[in-house]
C-alpha cells in the first residue's frame, strides 16, 4: 500500500510512501495531507469473515478487527508484530469493557422500525474517544522509532480532548516528547486539569492566547518549515496523521457490525424465507451521526463508506462553529477568523478551519491535486473561502458519499441532554448532545441510526449541572483532579516562539 498527498499536482504519476514513512510524518511536504493510492474493498463475503473475527469478544474481538482493517493499508510492519500492536492496545484493562466500544441501546428495533444507538468510545484513559486511536498511535511511534533507533517531537494543537489523550498515550514513552499547545481558558476545567496535572518529562503543555484555529496554524507552520522539521524530527497526532485517522475507521466496523448482528436463528415463516441471511444478500446499511468540527472523526467514516461499509448516510453534527454545516448545506466553505469562532459548551468543536476537510474535498473532487491544491492554498488564502455550490461533483455529494448535516445550539444541548436523562436514565456529554439532537433530524425509515459517543459527561460538568442540576458522575481515579498542581506555559500564538521552546528543549546546537 502506498500513500499520496491531497496536493499532488498528478497523483497518477507519484511514487507513494509506504505506511512507516508517513507515520512519523505528518503532513506531506507540499503541505498536503496523506491518503492512500485507493481504498481496499471490502465485499459482502469479507464483511461476514469480519463478523466472526468481531464475534470473538471477549477474546479479543475488538483486536482482532483492529489488525484486519490495519492490514489492509499497513504492509511494512511484520504482520505478527501489527497484531501484537494491536492486542496490546485494545485491552479491557485500558478500555473498562472487553467489547471495547459497546453500543448502548437507546430505542430497540421493532418491527418496523429501526434502532438509535450510542457507540461507547470514551472508555479509555481520558474519557473521550480520542483515545481509541491515540493508544494505538503511542505504541505504533514507540515500535517504529525503537526499530530505527531514533526520537520523535510530537507538536500538537488541541481544543479539548486530543491533548489529554495524546500526553496519556505518549506519558514515558521512549523517544517521544510531546508539545502540545491549547487556547488558552477555553477548554472546561476537567480537560485542562487532566493535561496541566501531568509532570513527566516529555510532556510539555502551552497555553496560547488565542482559539484552537490559532494553535492548529502554529502546528502546520512549523510542519511546513521542511528544514526545522527535519532537523528536531517533527511529527504529529492530530488527525492529519493518517494513521491516527486510520485507527478510527475500526470502531465504523465495529458499530456496523453491532447494530446488524442478526437475532437468534429461529424457524423460518414464508416471508422470512425472503429476508434471511442468504449469501446472495445485499448487507444491511446503518447509518452514523457524529459530532464534528475538525473533521477527522467522520472523514474515518468517509474512509469506511469508501471501502464498502454498508453505510447509508454520514450525518455531520456540528455546534455554533458551523462551517461544515454550511459546506454541506450551500456549497460555500468558509472559515472564520478567532473573534468569529464562538466559546461554547461544546468547546472541543469550536473550531472553523477544519483540516481534514481537505482529504474529503480531493476524493470529491476525483482525486485533482492541483485543484485541492488551489483551494486550501492560495484560495482561502486570499479570500478566506472557496464555493463549490455548481461544481457538479457537489450536487451528487449526498447521493454519492452520504453526507448530510446539521446544527445544535447551546440550548438544543440542554433539551437532549435532559431529554435522554429522563427517557433513557443516562446521561451524556454536550458534544454527544449536538450529535444526537441532528440524529433525530436524519434518521430514515428501516435504517439503523449509530450515534458517537464522544467524551463521558464528567469532562463538561457545568453544562450538565446546568441541565440537570446534578454533577455528573466522575470515575474514582479522578477525584480532586482539578486541585491538582499544575505544569503550563502560557503564550502567544507565535510561530517563532513555539519553535525557540522546541529547539531549546531539545537541547540541539
Not at 468558509?334 to 482529504?359: C, L, Q
Amino acid at each position: 500500500m502506498r500513500y499520496l498527498s491531497t496536493r499532488s499536482a498528478n497523483p497518477a504519476s507519484v511514487e507513494g510512501k509506504r505506511f512507516c514513512e508517513i507515520l512519523l510524518e505528518g503532513l506531506a511536504p507540499d503541505g498536503g495531507l496523506y491518503l492512500p493510492e485507493t481504498y481496499p474493498q471490502i465485499d459482502a463475503t469479507a464483511l461476514q469473515r469480519l463478523r466472526r473475527t468481531f464475534r470473538k469478544g471477549a477474546s479479543g474481538g475488538y483486536a482482532d478487527l483492529a489488525f484486519e482493517i490495519l492490514s489492509l493499508y499497513i504492509d511494512d510492519i511484520p504482520a505478527a508484530d501489527l497484531k501484537a500492536i494491536c492486542q496490546k492496545t485494545y485491552t479491557e484493562e485500558v478500555f473498562g469493557t472487553p467489547q471495547i466500544v459497546p453500543l448502548k441501546t437507546l430505542e430497540a428495533p421493532a418491527t418496523d422500525e429501526p434502532g438509535l444507538y450510542l457507540e461507547a468510545l470514551s472508555n479509555g484513559p481520558t474519557l473521550a474517544f480520542k483515545d481509541m486511536a491515540m493508544q494505538l498511535l503511542g505504541n505504533l511511534f514507540e515500535y517504529e522509532l525503537a526499530r530505527r533507533g531514533e526520537e520523535l517531537n510530537i507538536l500538537g494543537a488541541t481544543s479539548g480532548d486530543t491533548g489529554s489523550a495524546a500526553e496519556y498515550a505518549m506519558r514515558g514513552k521512549k523517544g517521544v516528547r510531546v508539545f502540545m499547545t491549547s487556547p488558552h481558558g477555553r477548554m472546561s476545567a476537567f480537560q485542562q486539569a487532566q493535561m496541566f496535572s501531568l509532570m513527566d518529562a516529555n510532556i510539555h503543555n502551552i497555553a496560547v492566547k488565542g482559539v484552537f484555529d490559532d494553535c492548529q496554524d502554529m502546528v502546520k507552520a512549523v510542519s511546513n518549515d521542511l528544514e526545522f522539521k527535519r532537523k528536531y524530527k517533527i511529527g504529529t497526532v492530530n488527525s492529519i496523521n493518517w494513521a491516527r485517522l486510520l485507527a478510527q475507521v475500526v470502531y465504523y466496523f465495529a458499530g456496523y457490525l453491532q447494530a446488524t448482528e442478526p437475532p437468534p436463528a429461529k424457524p423460518l415463516g414464508p416471508r422470512d424465507a425472503l429476508v434471511g441471511s442468504n449469501s446472495g444478500e445485499l448487507p444491511k446499511k446503518v447509518s452514523f451521526t457524529v459530532p464534528s468540527g475538525n473533521f477527522g472523526n467522520v472523514c474515518a467514516g468517509h474512509v469506511a463508506r469508501m471501502m464498502g461499509l454498508p453505510i447509508h448516510t454520514l450525518v455531520v453534527a456540528t455546534n455554533e462553529n458551523d462551517v461544515l454545516d454550511e459546506f454541506f448545506r450551500t456549497g460555500v466553505y468558509r472559515v472564520r477568523g478567532s473573534a468569529d469562532t464562538h466559546e461554547t459548551s461544546s468547546p472541543s468543536m469550536d473550531i472553523s478551519k477544519a483540516s481534514n476537510f481537505e482529504r474529503f474535498v480531493f476524493d470529491l473532487l476525483g482525486r485533482d491535486g492541483a485543484r485541492t491544491a488551489e483551494l486550501f492554498g492560495p484560495q482561502l488564502a486570499k479570500t478566506g473561502r472557496f464555493d463549490l455550490s455548481a461544481d457538479p461533483a457537489f450536487v451528487r455529494c449526498a447521493e454519492r458519499y452520504g453526507f448530510v448535516s446539521g446544527k445544535s445550539t447551546h440550548a438544543n444541548r440542554l433539551d437532549t441532554i435532559r431529554a435522554t436523562w429522563n427517557q433513557h436514565a443516562l446521561v451524556i456529554d454536550t458534544h454527544t448532545a449536538d450529535g444526537l439532537k441532528v440524529a433525530h433530524e436524519h434518521r430514515t425509515p428501516g435504517v439503523p441510526m449509530i450515534v458517537l459517543e464522544t467524551a463521558l459527561p464528567i469532562k463538561f460538568a457545568e453544562t450538565i449541572v446546568e441541565a440537570l442540576g446534578r454533577e455528573p458522575d466522575r470515575p474514582a481515579k479522578f477525584d480532586g483532579i482539578e486541585a491538582l498542581p499544575k505544569r503550563v506555559l502560557v503564550m502567544d500564538a507565535d510561530v517563532v516562539a513555539i519553535k525557540a521552546l522546541i529547539a531549546r528543549e531539545c537541547q540541539i546546537v
